[in-house]
Every structure is written in structure tokens, then in C-alpha cells.
């Protein structure tokens, strides 16, 4: 199995992208491709999928998200096509979240999951997934919503955008979630 390819992307589509490794393609199935940028070389993390009548890569930006990837495709009724769309509009944090808090609405915008699998993914995952990278962005999320409590927004409104901010530092979070909030 392959860890991660690093190489320079030669091409974008709607659900993959073509990374060029010393002069091999490689297709890329990923939640983003539109994140990348061609001509430009990248890591990417991968999972190659190997069966009798499939032969897939799928891949992340990040090592977190290939990993919570590999977690998601364990549980039962719930296969790589059905969880690599999770990652095109929720986070690794607010995946993890979700699931701690058994939020069944949020997994259940996903593509393809429904209550059943939603409640599957929960039963199977809740409590397995943190680490101490969870706990602190946990603790980040905490102080991302005291300071926007302080600038006067309601819990419900703040609680809705801080699953969708992808930024590391505090105040990159803040200046994120803003935007989010005045774009309502």
C-alpha cells in the first residue's frame, strides 16, 4: 500500500485528479480535485483500494483526512464511494464531531447516508476517534465560539459555521468564521 505520491498534477476533473510521479499518471479519485492547482506539484496522501474487479487510489491533502478515511470505510454499509464525498464539505474536525455529538442531521447531508448508515457510523465510531489532535482542535473550537459569542452572534448561528473553518490558528478561525456569519 502507498502512503503518500508526490509528484506534479497534470490534470483536474469533476471527482479526480492526474498526478504525474516521475513520469507516470497517476488518477487520483478525490473529495476536492478543485483544490488543486495543475502544473503544480503536491503530496498527496492516498489509499489504494485493490479488489478482483477494481484497482482505485483515493486521496487527500492531508494525512488526518486519509486517516479518518481508512476509519469511515470500516464501518459497515459504508464504502469509499460513499465516504470520500464527506470530505468535500466537512472537515476532519466536524466529521469527528458530528460523530461525538451523534449529530445524525449533520452526517445525514452527505451524500448517499442515510439514517441507517448515519446511525451505523456512529454506533461504530463514537468514542474511537480521538486523539490528542481532536482535543485540541476541540479546544480551539471552544475559544473560536467564546470570541464570536463576544462579538455579540447567537450560539445556533456559531455552532452551524465552525464545523465548516478549516484554518489552523485562532485568528485565521475568527477572520473564516466571519466571513461565514455575514455571508448568512
Given at each position: 500500500?502507498?502512503?503518500?505520491l508526490k509528484?506534479?498534477?497534470?490534470?483536474?476533473?469533476?471527482?479526480?485528479?492526474?498526478?504525474?510521479?516521475?513520469?507516470?499518471?497517476?488518477?487520483?479519485?478525490?473529495?476536492?480535485?478543485?483544490?488543486?492547482?495543475?502544473?503544480?506539484?503536491?503530496?498527496?496522501?492516498?489509499?489504494?483500494?485493490?479488489?478482483?474487479?477494481?484497482?482505485?487510489?483515493?486521496?487527500?491533502?492531508?494525512?488526518?483526512?486519509?486517516?479518518?478515511?481508512?476509519?469511515?470505510?470500516?464501518?459497515?454499509?459504508?464504502?469509499?464511494?460513499?465516504?470520500?464525498?464527506?470530505?468535500?464539505?466537512?472537515?476532519?474536525?466536524?466529521?469527528?464531531?458530528?460523530?461525538?455529538?451523534?449529530?445524525?442531521?449533520?452526517?445525514?447531508?452527505?451524500?448517499?447516508?442515510?439514517?441507517?448508515?448515519?446511525?451505523?457510523?456512529?454506533?461504530?465510531?463514537?468514542?474511537?476517534?480521538?486523539?490528542?489532535?481532536?482535543?485540541?482542535n476541540k479546544?480551539?473550537?471552544?475559544?473560536?465560539?467564546?470570541?464570536?459569542?463576544?462579538?455579540?452572534?447567537?450560539?445556533?448561528?456559531?455552532?452551524?459555521?465552525?464545523?465548516?473553518?478549516?484554518?489552523?490558528?485562532?485568528?485565521?478561525?475568527i477572520k473564516?468564521?466571519?466571513?461565514?456569519?455575514?455571508?448568512?
Amino acid at each position: 500500500m502507498y502512503t503518500y505520491l508526490k509528484g506534479i498534477v497534470t490534470e483536474i476533473e469533476s471527482n479526480y485528479i492526474a498526478l504525474d510521479v516521475n513520469g507516470v499518471g497517476y488518477l487520483i479519485y478525490t473529495a476536492n480535485p478543485y483544490s488543486f492547482n495543475e502544473n503544480e506539484e503536491v503530496k498527496v496522501y492516498v489509499y489504494n483500494l485493490v479488489r478482483e474487479d477494481e484497482n482505485s487510489i483515493y486521496g487527500f491533502k492531508t494525512r488526518e483526512e486519509r486517516d479518518l478515511f481508512l476509519r469511515l470505510i470500516e464501518v459497515k454499509g459504508l464504502g469509499c464511494k460513499m465516504a470520500l464525498p464527506m470530505f468535500a464539505t466537512g472537515g476532519v474536525s466536524g466529521i469527528i464531531d458530528a460523530i461525538e455529538r451523534e449529530n445524525i442531521l449533520y452526517l445525514k447531508k452527505f451524500p448517499k447516508i442515510g439514517d441507517k448508515v448515519a446511525r451505523q457510523i456512529i454506533l461504530d465510531l463514537k468514542g474511537k476517534l480521538v486523539s490528542n489532535e481532536v482535543s485540541n482542535n476541540k479546544e480551539q473550537n471552544e475559544e473560536l465560539f467564546e470570541a464570536l459569542k463576544a462579538l455579540g452572534y447567537k450560539p445556533a448561528d456559531i455552532n452551524k459555521v465552525i464545523p465548516k473553518v478549516k484554518n489552523d490558528k485562532i485568528e485565521n478561525q475568527i477572520k473564516e468564521a466571519l466571513k461565514l456569519l455575514l455571508t448568512k
